[in-house]
């Protein structure tokens, strides 16, 4: 595609449930990210793929956070039983080459996840 | 630990000024990458300009240049001639191989006409 895309844009949740962040990264990037900002803040890193292999998963909060990414495009962050704390935009980014080069990361719209 | 400082929470200036966004990282590494991010409202990040540490020469983007200051751990952004369009949040952002970046709080900048 053109660009990254996100899908929900807004997701709004009650405590407790489970939701699911997808990510379309830009079709042949190999490297792909997950991060999340909470409000008036920074970007904190989540995970990162290599393929559909995530050589660092170090970012994740807890182990309601997962991830996966399959056919080296499409990934989903799954949120298990969220908290409050959890609200936030969840931003994905998609590079061209592996690990060994610092390539732009081009990012997605983001998803807003509001958890009442 | 590797971190990035933004010391300027907020900052507005009159169209057309030229404007200076701060920014110091703290790193044991010699190679590296910096980068300069720029949200709108619209929540998109996108890249304004990126240094290699190994190169000594500034990096310039039409009216975006820095001034990479590698033994003072500093790279602060210019903004020449600025336009409303350039109204956004900016994020300063290192990385050392793996491409883990990591961020500054941002800079809010406001450009009023």
């Known amino acids: 595609g053109a660009g990254v895309s996100q899908s929900p844009s807004n997701k709004v949740t009650e405590k407790g449930k489970d939701v699911e962040l997808r990510c379309d990264p830009i079709s042949g990037h190999t490297a792909l990210y997950w991060y999340r900002q909470r409000l008036g803040q920074g970007l904190e890193f989540l995970i990162y793929?290599?393929?559909?292999?995530?050589?660092?998963k170090s970012g994740l909060p807890s182990d309601r956070f997962s991830a996966e990414r399959t056919g080296e495009s499409v990934s989903t962050l799954t949120i298990q039983r969220t908290q409050q704390e959890d609200s936030a935009v969840y931003l994905c980014a998609s590079t061209e080459q592996a690990s060994g080069s610092a390539d732009t990361q081009y990012f997605g719209p983001g998803t807003r996840l509001t958890v009442l | 630990a590797q971190t990035v400082t933004q010391s300027q929470p907020e900052m507005s200036v009159q169209e057309a000024e030229t404007v200076t966004l701060s920014c110091t990282y703290d790193t044991s590494e010699n190679n590296y990458y910096l980068f300069w991010y720029k949200q709108p409202p619209s929540r998109q990040m996108i890249l304004v300009i990126r240094q290699e540490a190994y190169k000594q020469q500034n990096a310039t983007e039409n009216r975006f240049s820095v001034n990479f200051q590698k033994a003072a751990k500093s790279f602060s952004l210019k903004i020449s001639d600025s336009q409303l369009g350039d109204t956004a949040m900016y994020f300063c952002?290192?990385?050392?191989?793996?491409?883990?970046?990591?961020w500054g709080a941002g800079t809010k900048l406001i450009i009023k006409p």
């Open positions: 793929f290599q393929g559909n292999s995530a050589p660092d």
């Open positions: 952002a290192f990385t050392h191989l793996p491409n883990q970046l990591i």
